[in-house]
């Protein structure tokens, strides 16, 4: 049973806009969550992590808002650049072990 | 820092060979993770140890999989005999106490023919 899910497979945005992922969970327990951005061939790289005590977290054009009452979570990149093309995964630990969701291709447009 | 450093990166065998990957975690990280990237199944964690202990190895897929972590610099994970179903990415990933953010390495593709 997946425990975080990400229902946008992709998402195709014009450089300079915002770009928008959402992720929603549902084990209640979950009390930190993370977004890793992933290119071809490389492995998972950490973004920006939220714990359940705040509602948003802010680092240079990457945000992520936490909604605690409706079980998600959203990263905002903006502005959106062509080197923010890739895969991005949220997350959320269950003690040691990583749930994540199945992806969201990102694909910034010239 | 250089991060999670793996290697090799590209590993092509046949059949029946040993397979030994390697990792090398981010210092002063405590707990590092063994993971399986297959186009079917996704991200799998394999085993997990923590200061140098194997706490859990139940993704381990069967007992031709074996993972050593002999100190705290140092990690392999080895396949006898490896199998074609065993071609995948894997992944070494580190990390503080958790929960703390894993970092992941590179990746080793691994062809098994």
């Known amino acids: 049973d997946q425990q975080v899910k990400q229902n946008s497979p992709s998402l195709s945005v014009q450089e300079g806009r915002i770009s928008i992922l959402n992720c929603d969970y549902t084990?209640?327990?979950?009390?930190?969550f993370l977004w890793y951005k992933k290119y071809p061939a490389e492995g998972p790289t950490f973004l920006i992590s939220i714990s359940s005590i705040k509602d948003k977290n802010e680092d240079g054009r990457f945000t992520v808002f936490l909604n605690k009452s409706a079980k998600h979570l959203s990263l905002h990149i903006v502005p959106s650049q062509p080197g923010d093309s890739a895969v991005y995964f949220c997350?959320?630990?269950?003690?040691?072990?990583?749930?994540f969701g199945a992806g969201t291709t990102v694909t910034v447009r010239a | 820092d250089a991060g999670v450093i793996q290697s090799p990166r590209h590993e092509v065998t046949e059949m029946g060979q040993e397979v030994t990957l390697r990792c090398k975690p981010i210092?002063?990280?405590?707990?590092l993770f063994w993971y399986r990237q297959t186009m079917m199944r996704g991200l799998e964690l394999l085993i997990y140890?923590?200061?140098?202990?194997?706490?859990?190895d139940s993704g381990m897929p069967e007992d031709r999989f074996s993972a050593k972590m002999p100190n705290a610099s140092f990690s392999t994970l080895k396949i006898q005999p490896s199998e074609p179903r065993d071609s995948a990415v894997y992944f070494c990933?580190?990390?503080?106490?958790?929960?703390?953010?894993?970092?992941f390495g590179p990746g080793t593709r691994l062809t098994v023919l």
């Open positions: 997350a959320a630990p269950d003690d040691y072990k990583l749930s």
């Open positions: 210092s002063g990280h405590n707990s």
């Open positions: 140890f923590n200061n140098n202990v194997p706490i859990d």
């Open positions: 084990n209640s327990m979950f009390d930190y």
């Open positions: 990933a580190s990390s503080s106490e958790p929960p703390t953010p894993q970092f």
